[in-house]
């Protein structure tokens, strides 16, 4: 049975950090791209980063170049977000997520991923 499992979200200022981790099980983790989704009050769940089997390619959505990073250790079964210079408009449960295959460069399209998380809430408040 596959598992993943995110934690660290919570309630942050404006400008401020959190880092996002996934935990997987049940699945050979290396196999798939590991990506993150989220989903803000009365919107469609959306894009944010992605990363490839490897961990040397990365995809990120538009509003998040430059202040999330996406990474993974296969060693561990996990894939962080870490999360700077947050704004408001970052509020959202965010989604880990599994797409099965070594897909270059890794997706931004959900329906392409297989496994997906309960999801952590993050607050960002102005």
């Known amino acids: 049975q596959v598992q993943l499992i995110e934690s660290g979200g919570g309630l942050v200022q404006t400008g401020g950090s959190l880092r996002l981790s996934c935990a997987a099980s049940g699945l050979t983790f290396d196999m798939y791209t590991m990506g993150w989704f989220r989903q803000a009050p009365g919107k469609e769940r959306e894009f944010v980063a992605a990363?490839?089997?490897?961990?040397?390619?990365?995809n990120y959505a538009n509003s998040v170049k430059g202040r999330l990073v996406v990474s993974r250790r296969n060693a561990e079964n996990t894939v962080s977000l870490q999360m700077n210079s947050l704004k408001p408009e970052d509020t959202a449960v965010y989604y880990c997520?599994?797409?099965?295959?070594?897909?270059?460069?890794?997706?931004?399209?959900?329906?392409?991923?297989?496994?997906w998380g309960q999801g952590t809430q993050v607050t960002v408040s102005s």
């Open positions: 997520a599994a797409d099965y295959g070594r897909r270059i460069p890794p997706s931004d399209r959900e329906h392409e991923y297989e496994f």
């Open positions: 990363v490839s089997w490897r961990g040397d390619t990365t």
